[in-house]
């Protein structure tokens, strides 16, 4: 059974930083994209950053410059290192993993991330 597990989401101040871990279970790490995903109060979830299998990243250009994603497969864990946060940051921050080999896609449960001005 596959499990995704997002931790370090909370309340931070604008300017401020935190770091997402996202630790999964039940798949071969380093053969799935992991990326971080986010939706805000009546927003439709959209893509933050992506680390492929392959070693490649990409970051929307909203958080480009100042979101980090990386993975250390060892742990089978991704993680979303964000700096320089503002209050449109403010969103329900989710884990995704999907399959290089067949497309099968999984969620986590996601993580609050609440920017105060």
């Known amino acids: 059974q596959v499990q995704l597990g997002e931790s370090g989401g909370g309340l931070v101040q604008a300017g401020g930083s935190l770091r997402l871990s996202c630790a999964a279970s039940?798949?071969?790490?380093?053969?799935?994209?992991m990326g971080w995903y986010r939706q805000a109060p009546g927003k439709q979830r959209e893509l933050v950053a992506v680390?492929?299998?392959?070693?490649?990243?990409n970051y929307a250009d909203s958080v480009k410059a100042r979101f980090t994603i990386s993975r250390d497969n060892a742990k089978n864990t991704v993680y979303l290192q964000m700096n320089s946060l503002n209050p449109e940051d403010t969103a329900v921050y989710y884990c995704?993993?999907?399959?290089?080999?067949?497309?099968?896609?999984?969620w986590g449960q996601g993580t609050q991330v609440t920017v105060s001005s």
């Open positions: 995704n993993a999907k399959s290089a080999l067949n497309g099968v896609l999984y």
């Open positions: 039940g798949l071969i790490f380093s053969m799935f994209h």
């Open positions: 680390s492929t299998s392959g070693g490649s990243t």
